[in-house]
């Protein structure tokens, strides 16, 4: 009967040990080709922008940081791999560069129809509002084909451009490099309008010092941002496909919980890190009682019987 005890409270040690190993375990996402790839060119290249909050920007220690970044970081892991960034603070020049195929990934990009010739997109990581932002006590504007003579400013080269000059080219539209520094110049009265995202307009009005504007109107349009592989480059395009795909809700939802309200949570503050210690103690907690109780019974059965 001791014998009988012994021999399935060792099995259940190594059962439990077993799982907890390869519960641990990376899954190997890419095949031999793909991981070989990958060992073979240590600089493929990212494309970052850090000038679009809460989705990559620098933070206070000038490092980047951002949604995008936190995803970036995600598919890293799950292939092993770090790559080259390659910062701009010019999206024209990002673009310009994308068509001479002089890196292979950009970490942000919207997908339009001009894009598509040069670029392999994906399903886009989260969709947000695009808003038209005015000062507070001008009159509000309605719609874009009620836009009248209002004079609008947006970043040049980005999405919601191509969109207003295809689709609307009555609109008088003047370009500045980017969000902030269009959003500043609607502050300050010097343009009527903007239109943006509305999770970065709700970002940057309660950080930036913007305290005079406001998203006055809800469009039709979205911007669903997601990352982008220079069509040439299939290897490369094959990999972050295999990526992205195995990124889970629950990954994504971690993640745009921790810019949800431009807080970043540490990671010893976050569900998963006192879930996951205290399931570990228990398990090795209860790995050590029957650790001790297989050893007991071995030195009870060993002693001579008087």
């Not at 970044?69 to 024209?92: A, M």
Request: aromatic letters at 16%; hydrophobic letters at 40%; charged letters at 25%.
């Amino acid at each position: 009967m001791k014998k009988m005890v012994n021999k399935i409270i060792l099995r259940f040690i190594i059962i439990l040990i077993s799982v907890m190993f390869f519960s641990c375990k990376k899954t190997n996402l890419l095949n031999y080709t793909e991981t070989n790839y990958l060992k073979e060119n240590d600089s493929i290249k990212v494309a970052l922008f850090a000038y679009y909050p809460p989705y990559q920007f620098k933070n206070e220690k000038g490092q980047i940081d951002g949604i995008f970044i936190d995803y970036l970081n995600l598919i890293e892991k799950k292939i092993n791999y770090k790559f080259q960034k390659v910062y701009y603070d010019d999206w024209g020049t990002l673009i310009k560069d994308a068509k001479a195929n002089k890196f292979d990934v950009i970490l942000e990009i919207q997908e339009t129809d001009f894009k598509k010739n040069y670029l392999t997109f994906y399903e886009p990581l989260f969709e947000s509002n695009q808003v038209i932002v005015q000062r507070k006590g001008t009159k509000k504007i309605k719609s874009l084909d009620q836009f009248g003579n209002n004079k609008l400013v947006l970043p040049k080269k980005y999405s919601i451009a191509e969109i207003i000059s295809t689709n609307y080219p009555k609109i008088k539209v003047t370009y500045e490099k980017d969000d902030i520094e269009c959003l500043r110049k609607v502050n300050n009265g010097e343009y009527d309008a903007y239109i943006g995202s509305k999770a970065i307009i709700n970002y940057l009005i309660s950080n930036k010092d913007l305290k005079r504007l406001y998203a006055s109107t809800d469009l039709e349009y979205t911007y669903h941002p997601g990352i982008a592989v220079i069509k040439k480059n299939i290897i490369v395009s094959n990999i972050f496909e295999k990526a992205l795909n195995s990124i889970t809700k629950e990954e994504k939802k971690v993640i745009l919980d921790n810019w949800l309200f431009n807080q970043v949570v540490p990671f010893y503050e976050k569900p998963y890190f006192l879930l996951w210690c205290c399931t570990a103690l228990v398990g090795i907690s209860f790995i050590i009682f029957l650790f001790n109780r297989y050893l007991k019974l071995r030195v009870k059965q060993k002693q001579p019987n008087y």
